[in-house]
Every structure is written in structure tokens, then in C-alpha cells.
């Protein structure tokens, strides 16, 4: 069984619409949940981390956790063309510092 | 957000010859450092994680001969990859962390070609 389990995708979604990529997690000690962004040929990039239930709004990206489902998800407001790229969720566990990423969702915002 | 600096971002190398790429947390100190690898279309795959002062401690699968860590400061990682095989050609991308925080930053990440 994965660790963190993120559909591949691809998502596809208009520009200016909500895009939301989902991840669930099947390690129930994890204390710390990440978004990175990760472009082509490019190393990922961190977009958020949150720790606790409920909602973090930073910007246009809204993450939401639930530990009792063992759940995470991003929202992305207002898609923009520039947001098409591959979201990682990762999640620490198995030691300290250690994260363990699922494989990602392609998401692709169409003009 | 902390700096990590990965270098060289792109190699092209001759089979059986040795790649050095190093890692550097450029304004902070990094205890432990994570190597990963990743081919195309695929997730990140940790290699190893590098430790200052100490052993390496490698993944189920990873040759340490092979792929040789060392961690000779708090803001240095190397990662060389002995004897190189073309299908040792990869994305290689190092992560660091603060001390005390579990956010990973990531170098530019090393594409390396083995011909």
C-alpha cells in the first residue's frame, strides 16, 4: 500500500475555475502535510504546509487537512495558465524530517 | 523561504567515470540533507538521507558504493555517483531542512547524462 496516494491525472480545468487536487495518507501518526509545485524539468517548489485540521489560506491556494480521513487537499482559485504543472503532496513521517511524497497530479489550465 | 544551492544543474558524462554533485543550504544550517532521484514522468524517489558528521543512511535498493554521500559541514552535501551507467541518467535533486522544521527546500536539481 503507498504511503501518500494522489490521483495522476491529468486535470484539466478552465482558466478562472477552481482546481482541487486531492491526497490521502495512510500513515496516522503523520503530523506535517505539504503542496509543492513542481514545473517540467524543474526541482518542486514549496506552495504550502499545514498541520492542523480545517483550512490555510495563503493567496489564491487554500490547503485543507482532515486527519481523521486521513486526508489533504489544495484549492487553487482563479486557475491561471501559469498553475499547469505537477502538484506533490508530501507528508512527514517515518522519522524525523522525513518526507515521503506521493507521485503527483498534472494539472493543466486551458486559456 | 530557506535557500538551497544544487550544483551542476546539467552533466554529461562518459560511461564508467564518477559525477560529483554537491548541495549547499546557502543562509541556514542543515543537520540532515535528503538525496533524490527522479526519472521521467515519475515521483521523487529518496535515496538517501545524508547526515553531518555521519554515515549516510540509504533506501532499500540504493548501491552506497555506488551512489557515495558525504556530509562534511552543515551546509555542504555531496552525492557522487561512481562508475556511471547511462541508466544511471536522472534528475538528482537534493532537499535540506532548518534545524527544528520539517519543510523540505530543494535545490535546482542536477540533470545528469551518462553517454
Known amino acids: 500500500q503507498k504511503e501518500v496516494e494522489q490521483n495522476s491525472g491529468p486535470l484539466s480545468v478552465p482558466e478562472g475555475a477552481i482546481a482541487s487536487l486531492n491526497c490521502t495518507y495512510s500513515?496516522?501518526?503523520?503530523?506535517?502535510f505539504f503542496w509543492y509545485r513542481q514545473y517540467s524539468g524543474k526541482s518542486p517548489e514549496l506552495i504550502m504546509s499545514?498541520?492542523?485540521?480545517g483550512d490555510k489560506e495563503d493567496g489564491r491556494f487554500t490547503a485543507q487537512l482532515n486527519k481523521a480521513s486521513q486526508y489533504v487537499s489544495l484549492l487553487i482559485r482563479d486557475s491561471q495558465p501559469s498553475d499547469s504543472a505537477t502538484y506533490l503532496c508530501?507528508?512527514?513521517?517515518?522519522?524525523?524530517?522525513?518526507?515521503?511524497f506521493g507521485t503527483g497530479t498534472k494539472l493543466q489550465v486551458i486559456p | 523561504g530557506a535557500v538551497v544551492s544544487q550544483h551542476p544543474s546539467r552533466v554529461i558524462c562518459k560511461s564508467g567515470t564518477s559525477v560529483k554533485i554537491e548541495c549547499r543550504s546557502l543562509?541556514?544550517?542543515?543537520?540532515?540533507m535528503f538525496w533524490y532521484r527522479q526519472f521521467p514522468k515519475q515521483s521523487l524517489m529518496l535515496m538517501a538521507t545524508?547526515?553531518?558528521?555521519?554515515?549516510?543512511?540509504?533506501e532499500q535498493g540504493v548501491e552506497k558504493d555506488k551512489f557515495l554521500i558525504n556530509h562534511a559541514s552543515l551546509t555542504l552535501s555531496t552525492l557522487t555517483v561512481t562508475s556511471a551507467h547511462p541508466e544511471d541518467s536522472s534528475f538528482y535533486i537534493c532537499?535540506?531542512?532548518?534545524?527544528?522544521?520539517?519543510?523540505?527546500?530543494f535545490g535546482q536539481g542536477t540533470r545528469l547524462t551518462v553517454v
Open positions: 545524508s547526515n553531518e558528521g555521519s554515515k549516510a543512511t540509504y
Open positions: 543562509d541556514f544550517q542543515a543537520t540532515t
Open positions: 499545514i498541520y492542523s485540521n
Open positions: 508530501a507528508v512527514n513521517s517515518g522519522g524525523y524530517q522525513k518526507v515521503t
Open positions: 500513515d496516522r501518526v503523520s503530523q506535517s
Open positions: 532537499s535540506a531542512h532548518e534545524y527544528r522544521n520539517t519543510e523540505a527546500f
